[in-house]
Each structure stands twice: as C-alpha cells, then as structure tokens.
C-alpha cells in the first residue's frame, strides 16, 4: 500500500495544522496506522496511532490535549489535527501503517520498526 501525507505549512506559535494521510490500498480492521516525527539532527520519534477497527487510540506524552488522531474507513485516510503548536513540533511528519494480519490485538505500538509501510512525509515548521 502507499500512504501519502499531506498537510504540513508554516504556522505560528500557538496555531493549528491538519495533516491527512491517504492509503492506496486497503486498511484491515486490525491494522494500526501512526504519525511520527523526525526533528533535525534527532531520531524519529512517534506522535499518536489508532488500532483501525477499535479505534483506541494512543499519543505521546508531548501532544496529549493538543493533538488528535482520527480515521474514515471509508476513504482509508487517517488525520492528525495539531492545535496549540509549539516550536517544538517542528519537523518532518511521516505517516505508518502497522499490518496486524490475524492479531486480533488493540495494541497500538510506539516503535517505528514494528511499521512495514511508510508515507513521503510532509515538513511541519512552527515560528516563534
């Protein structure tokens, strides 16, 4: 499946952004589909997942109640709404797709090697 990302500008302290990612091809129910991030000169980090049919979500401890992640099955596209963006949250936002197969499990993994397919990413800059 390709997965493109789209979204990412230039905004000011304190703004918003939406970022959306669209897959080509399907997502099964027990799929997982992230955010990551990737700061200059730092690794690339998580954001926030969402197990595809429990819709449980997880964030990282850095964008709880500022970011939100989302899904519509009907399109197969996952959304990341950034409010109240910091300095901080600048970067190059990748989205992932984390193919489950059988595992009926909701588990929403934060390491980047557990997702097999990767978007282009799309560069996020906030100003101070």
């Known amino acids: 499946v390709q997965l493109q990302a789209s979204g990412g500008g230039l905004v000011q302290t304190g703004g918003s952004l939406r970022l959306s990612c669209a897959a080509s091809g399907v997502i099964y129910s027990n799929d997982v589909m992230a955010w990551f991030r990737q700061a200059p000169g730092k690794d690339r980090e998580f954001v926030a997942g969402?197990?595809?049919?429990?819709?449980?979500?997880v964030y990282a401890d850095s964008v709880k109640d500022r970011f939100t992640i989302s899904r519509d099955s009907a399109t197969n596209t996952v959304y990341l709404q950034m409010n109240s963006l910091k300095p901080e949250d600048t970067g190059v936002y990748y989205c992932?797709?984390?193919?489950?197969?059988?595992?009926?499990?909701?588990?929403?993994?934060?390491?980047?090697?557990?997702?097999?397919?990767w978007g282009q990413g799309t560069q996020v800059t906030v100003s101070s």
């Open positions: 992932a797709l984390d193919r489950r197969s059988a595992s009926y499990s909701t588990r929403v993994d934060e390491r980047s090697t557990s997702y097999n397919d």
């Open positions: 969402i197990h595809w049919r429990a819709n449980k979500k």
